[in-house]
């Protein structure tokens, strides 16, 4: 099925980005990271495709060169090559941005997690993994109340990274 | 950043608070902007890290995969350096070939003058009318929709949209414009000639082409009388300074 995808639909982003000041290895990326926002934005259940995949898969790398282009101050771009957008329906360009947004917001989140300390890392890894806060505690084997401070303190040490990032502002949370 | 906010958060979120507790928070929260901001992030950063943590295992495996087509489908960076030095070459010569091409234009702009306006009118067809002019951040609505079914030649598509669009609003003269143009290039002349008959009729725009394409479409119908008409249109647009008064005079001139 992946496969399929990059068989079917690789070459037209990959002409798509290399058209816009990109390079094959920007295209490759933005394919990538495509796939997983559509993977991500699948994963919550908040995701109805309405139109066919490739003019779906074709906006989402779109936007997200386009706002990476941005970021690098480069001029707008104009693209008249848009087969595929006929029929695509507003619900599905409102999807394709939330994807996008919701891929820049976590390679933020992940970005900013990385510059944290071991141990923030591992208590936010965690609770974030579905288990309680008593599981996590006696799993660092620390108290319920210290794990639950611990978690606060690398939640707002986490917010406040990832807020004085250029970043944040576009990210519409 | 006070970290008892975002203690005060999990206890909400957590159903740990007592009932005049949530009370008081959910007041606050209406009454401090920066309060509910900080909420709604730290919201977000829970709900779609959680999400990641629940299928971190299954993130990785496709991660890794796409790693690997990437390798297959996409070039590695050393060819792409080789690619950019190619690209630069390229650029290089297609800038001469642009160079060339703006020479050889002038010439034959200035020089030429075998064609008369039914010819020139073709060619304004063939060359001007081939692609609208679509962003990439514009591209959101169902005019834009129209435009990229034109460009991708998909016009059956493109007349539906952009008949729906002007038909939902009847001041868009844009969507009137470009149906008109598509019937053009479909060479539904009669159509067309509606269109731009009805565009010519707004008076309210400051910008109208309708006269001017109102003429293209008779040099290209061709019938009997057109040719004249068309003449008598480029002339009023001159007359009047309206859209397409430039190429008019050019025309004219021939």
């Given at each position: 099925m992946l496969e399929e995808l990059y068989r079917k639909f690789s070459e037209k982003i990959k002409w798509m980005i290399i058209r816009n000041n990109g390079s094959e290895t920007d295209a490759a990326d933005i394919f990538q990271d495509a796939l997983l926002s559509i993977y991500n934005k699948a994963k919550t259940g908040d995701f109805t495709l309405t139109c066919p995949l490739e003019a779906f898969l074709y906006l989402i790398c779109k936007n997200r060169w386009l706002n990476t282009l941005n970021k690098m101050n480069t001029q707008k771009v104009t693209i008249t090559d848009t087969k595929g957008f006929d029929y695509i329906g507003e619900d599905n360009f409102k999807l394709a941005e939330d994807c996008v947004l919701q891929q820049e917001r976590k390679n933020l989140l992940t970005e900013k997690l990385a510059e944290m300390g071991d141990s923030c890392k591992e208590i936010l890894r965690l609770s974030w993994s579905g288990i309680g806060m008593d599981e996590v505690a006696k799993q660092l084997n620390v108290t319920y109340a210290y794990a639950r401070k611990k978690k606060s303190e690398c939640m707002a040490r986490l917010i406040s990274l990832v807020k004085h990032s250029p970043k944040f502002n576009s990210l519409k949370w | 950043m006070q970290d008892n906010h975002i203690e005060q958060f999990e206890n909400y979120l957590s159903?740990?608070?007592?009932?005049?507790?949530?009370?008081?928070?959910?007041?606050?929260?209406?009454?401090?902007?920066?309060?509910?901001?900080?909420?709604?992030?730290?919201?977000?950063?829970?709900?779609?890290?959680?999400?990641?943590?629940?299928?971190?295992?299954?993130?990785?495996?496709?991660?890794?995969?796409?790693?690997?087509?990437?390798?297959?489908?996409?070039?590695?960076?050393?060819?792409?350096?080789?690619?950019?030095?190619?690209?630069?070459?390229?650029?290089?010569?297609?800038?001469?070939?642009?160079?060339?091409?703006?020479?050889?234009?002038?010439?034959?702009?200035?020089?030429?003058?075998?064609?008369?306006?039914?010819?020139?009118?073709?060619?304004?067809?063939?060359?001007?009318?081939?692609?609208?002019?679509?962003?990439?951040?514009?591209?959101?609505?169902?005019?834009?929709?129209?435009?990229?079914?034109?460009?991708?030649?998909?016009?059956?598509?493109?007349?539906?949209?952009?008949?729906?669009?002007?038909?939902?609003?009847?001041?868009?003269?844009?969507?009137?414009?470009?149906?008109?143009?598509?019937?053009?290039?479909?060479?539904?002349?009669?159509?067309?000639?509606?269109?731009?008959?009805?565009?010519?009729?707004?008076?309210?725009?400051?910008?109208?082409?309708?006269?001017?394409?109102?003429?293209?479409?008779?040099?290209?119908?061709?019938?009997?009388?057109?040719?004249?008409?068309?003449?008598?249109?480029?002339?009023?647009?001159?007359?009047?300074?309206?859209?397409?008064?430039?190429?008019?005079?050019?025309?004219?001139?021939?």
């Open positions: - | 159903g740990d608070m007592l009932p005049e507790e949530r009370l008081h928070f959910e007041a606050n929260l209406e009454k401090d902007k920066e309060l509910y901001d900080l909420f709604i992030v730290y919201q977000t950063i829970d709900a779609e890290m959680h999400n990641t943590g629940k299928y971190s295992d299954h993130e990785a495996a496709l991660r890794s995969t796409l790693q690997k087509l990437n390798v297959v489908y996409f070039k590695a960076e050393a060819s792409v350096l080789q690619m950019r030095s190619s690209k630069r070459i390229f650029r290089t010569v297609a800038t001469a070939a642009a160079g060339v091409i703006l020479i050889l234009t002038a010439y034959f702009s200035f020089f030429r003058n075998n064609t008369d306006p039914r010819q020139l009118a073709n060619r304004y067809v063939k060359e001007d009318l081939l692609h609208l002019s679509i962003t990439m951040d514009g591209a959101k609505d169902s005019l834009q929709q129209g435009i990229a079914a034109y460009n991708d030649k998909a016009y059956a598509a493109s007349i539906q949209l952009f008949e729906a669009v002007y038909k939902a609003h009847p001041d868009n003269s844009d969507a009137l414009k470009y149906a008109g143009i598509t019937y053009l290039v479909t060479k539904e002349y009669s159509k067309a000639l509606q269109c731009f008959n009805e565009l010519a009729a707004k008076k309210e725009l400051f910008s109208n082409p309708g006269m001017f394409l109102k003429a293209v479409t008779l040099l290209q119908r061709n019938q009997p009388g057109d040719g004249e008409q068309a003449r008598q249109l480029l002339q009023q647009v001159i007359n009047e300074k309206a859209d397409g008064s430039r190429e008019a005079e050019r025309w004219l001139k021939k």
